[in-house]
Nanobody, 116 residues
Framework: QVQVVESGGGLVQAGGSLRLSCAAS????????MGWYRQAPGTQRELVAV???????DYADSVKGRFTISRDNAKNTVYLQMNILKPEDTAVYYC??????????WGQGTQVTVSS
């Protein structure tokens, strides 16, 4: 089985920064895409950023220029550096990892709250 654990959420004032981390462990030969999604109350889960094994990235328009996704393949870890945070970034952030030859696995989520 595969375990996915996020860390780094918390409460921050608008304009501040947070860095999320996500580590995958278990029955992993290699990981393809890794990404971050978020879900605010009353809304659907949405893609925030995704990164391929080779380092190609894609971002939601709402976070371009403020968030940066990166990964360490040797550690099966993905990061999300979030700068210039806004109250509308408040959500539960979920990590997703796509295991090669298998399926996507999700973490439990970490709360990010941005106060105005």
């Amino acid at each position: 089985q595969v375990q996915v654990v996020e860390s780094g959420g918390g409460l921050v004032q608008a304009g501040g920064s947070l860095r999320l981390s996500c580590a995958a462990s278990g029955s992993i030969y290699s990981l393809n895409d890794m990404g971050w999604y978020r879900q605010a109350p009353g809304t659907q889960r949405e893609l925030v950023a995704v990164i391929s094994r080779g380092g190609s990235t894609d971002y939601a328009d709402s976070v371009k220029g403020r968030f940066t996704i990166s990964r360490d393949n040797a550690k099966n870890t993905v990061y999300l550096q979030m700068n210039i945070l806004k109250p509308e970034d408040t959500a539960v952030y979920y990590c997703m990892v796509l295991v090669a030859g298998s399926r996507a696995f999700w973490g439990q989520g970490t709360q990010v709250t941005v106060s105005s």
